[in-house]
């Protein structure tokens, strides 16, 4: 159950927004916007110190899939646990880490950056990863290279991806989604610009395959 996380990124669409908020307040708008955009997953960083009320205020938004992303200490589940957050998301995989991803309730998607990260993770029973920093590991043309030697191992890319290159991303067979922080840009949610954040959204819901 824990490794199922394929289902739960795929759930609304293939863009799964990557946010930082600062102010719980924005939770519920910021929400509210990406839905009318067409995008109902996102991944809220725990990089603000609002992280986890801004994960249970989205929850509230009836149909939105709240995961939570910079997930690096295993004790961070239990806050998730409290939060109900639908997913778990780590720019890395330590053994511990990935041990308790596994036994926990709420989907895990560990990050790797080289084919032996992915053996250790396939060693515990993980076949989705995040693949991070995506652009600077070699972006589209490395995940092609990956897909050689293992076929049934799908990734999420994120870091350095765009409206722009996207496609090429979604384009290939072991690219289930990809995570980005352009959907949500810092300045747009600053100043709680909302109409420009759902046709951010928009458009990254065009690109459905
Ligand atoms: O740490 C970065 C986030 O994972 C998203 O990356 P990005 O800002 O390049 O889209
Ligand atoms: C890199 C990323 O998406 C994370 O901090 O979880």
Redesign the pocket.
């Known amino acids: 159950m824990s490794l199922e996380i394929a289902p739960f990124l795929k759930q609304a669409h293939p863009v799964i927004p ?1 946010l930082a908020v600062e102010h719980v307040e924005d939770a519920v708008p910021l929400a509210e916007a990406l839905q009318a955009g067409g995008i109902e997953v996102v991944e809220v ?1 725990l990089r603000t110190e609002q992280a986890l009320a801004v994960i249970k205020a989205m929850k509230q938004v009836k149909g939105m899939v709240v995961g939570a ?2 997930v690096v200490r295993a004790s961070q589940f239990r806050d998730l646990e409290d939060v109900k957050a639908d997913f778990v998301v780590s ?1 890395g995989a330590t053994p511990q880490l990935l041990e308790t991803g596994r036994v926990s309730r709420m989907p895990f998607l560990p990050a790797v950056a080289t084919v032996s990260e992915v053996l250790k993770g396939m060693e515990v029973g993980y076949d989705c990863f995040k693949f ?2 995506a ?1 600077v590991l070699g972006g589209p043309a490395a995940l092609k290279a990956l897909r050689g030697p293992l076929p049934d191992i799908t990734f999420c890319p ?5 409206l722009a290159n996207c496609g090429d991303y979604l384009s290939l067979p072991n690219v289930a989604c990809v ?4 959907i949500v840009p810092g300045d747009a949610l600053k100043t709680r610009d909302w109409s420009r954040i759902e046709q951010l959204a928009r458009e990254a819901s065009s690109l459905r395959g």
């Not at 994120?158 to 765009?162: F, H, N």
């Not at 995570?179 to 352009?182: E, H, K, N």
């Open positions: 990557v960083t992303g910079t720019p991070f920093p652009s994120t870091g350095g991806i765009s995570g980005g922080s352009w």
